[in-house]
Nanobody
Framework: QVQLVESGGGLVQAGGSLRLSCAAS????????MGWYRQAPGNGRELVAT???????NYADSAKGRFTISRDNAKNTVYLQMNSLKPEDTAVYYC?????????????WGQGTQVTVSS
């Protein structure tokens, strides 16, 4: 019913920047909060940042001061501006949305986009 499509990943040198975008598509759904998670090889999926409908944000400690999450509620789109990237930021980044579809709550996930930071 709902699809999340990420874009903006790629290869960047340490210290560089990337902006990730994620757009939710479908009908009959409402999005409450959106966020970004990441998973590096050998690691579990971890929180990067989340943002509520009202604009309240939460960041992982590793992201504070470097990453900025924002959203366009009208377009059900969330962004992650990543600055001062480090090699340890290398991971598959997944878009997440918590919402409801015809009154039933779901936790939606995108397919992931690869971010690779070279040293």
């Amino acid at each position: 019913q709902v699809q999340l499509v990420e874009s903006g990943g790629g290869l960047v040198q340490a210290g560089g920047s990337l902006r990730l975008s994620c757009a939710a598509s479908g009908s009959g759904f409402s999005i409450f909060s959106m966020g970004w998670y990441r998973q590096a090889p050998g690691n579990g999926r971890e929180l990067v940042a989340t943002i509520s409908t009202g604009g309240s944000t939460n960041y992982a400690d590793s992201a504070k001061g470097r990453f900025t999450i924002s959203r366009d509620n009208a377009k059900n789109t969330v962004y992650l501006q990543m600055n001062s990237l480090k090699p340890e930021d290398t991971a598959v980044y997944y878009c997440n949305a918590e919402g409801s579809y015809y009154g039933v709550r779901y936790n939606y996930w995108g397919q992931g986009t690869q971010v690779t930071v070279s040293s």
